[in-house]
């Protein structure tokens, strides 16, 4: 069975600080990855994803099989960064996701 | 474009109680998904359709639930005879086409409360 593990509950960084949000995933084979994020009343929303490779608010990920990880960077952290984050993996040809935990971020001014 | 809603918002019901809660997805989203969030649990997926069939239930956690998808738009989760533990906010998602690399679309949620 797939699972996604996000080790801390809360993370908290100062403003401008460098950010770096865990997940490591354990899955035999190759996984879609995820990073969700929820904003205060707001929904459940994508943040990246690893096939597109891309850099979205300043937040990268990399998809590092070796070591199954999937962790979430932001060199200069910001206020609005603040939110619940959260991990998620899909295996190939399924259509469901599977969360981790999810990881409150607080950016402290 | 409107997103994905759902309803209500808030369900407060008695033990014991059946409660239907209902998804529109985004229009032309083939794929529907329902999940739910409670505390100590995270979130957790309970069923997915395609179109107006729904290829994976195993996330429904007992015969009480039960989920249909008419005319490959609307959907409604009902739960019976509601016991406690049911308490969560349930999600609802839609996707493009159910590729396992498609962006998944989150509604509001409804939270249910279980008396």
């Known amino acids: 069975a797939q699972r996604v593990t996000q080790p801390e509950k809360l993370l908290s960084v100062f403003k401008g600080a460098p950010v770096e949000l865990k997940c490591n995933y354990s899955?035999?084979?190759?996984?879609?990855l995820f990073w969700y994020v929820q904003y205060s009343r707001q929904r459940l929303q994508l943040l990246l994803r690893h096939i597109s490779r891309e850099s979205i608010k300043g937040f990268t990920a990399d998809l590092n099989k070796g070591e199954t990880s999937f962790h979430l960077k932001k060199p200069f952290a910001q206020e609005e960064d603040s939110a619940m984050y959260y991990c998620a993996l899909s295996r190939q040809g399924a259509q469901k996701l599977v969360f981790g935990q999810g990881t409150r971020l607080t950016i402290n001014p | 474009g409107a997103g994905v809603s759902q309803s209500p918002s808030n369900k407060v019901t008695e033990k014991g109680k059946d409660v239907e809660l209902r998804c529109d997805p985004i229009s032309g989203h083939t794929a529907l998904y329902w999940y739910r969030q409670s505390l100590g649990q995270g979130l957790e997926f309970l069923i997915y359709f395609q179109g107006n069939s729904a290829p994976d239930k195993s996330g429904l956690p007992s015969d009480r639930f039960s989920a249909e998808r008419t005319g490959g738009s609307v959907s409604t989760l009902t739960i019976q005879r509601t016991q406690q533990e049911d308490s969560a906010v349930y999600l609802c998602?839609?996707?493009?086409?159910?590729?396992?690399?498609?962006?998944?679309?989150f509604g509001p949620g409804t939270r249910l409360t279980v008396l």
């Open positions: 998602a839609s996707s493009p086409s159910g590729g396992s690399t498609d962006t998944q679309y």
């Open positions: 899955y035999s084979g190759s996984p879609e």
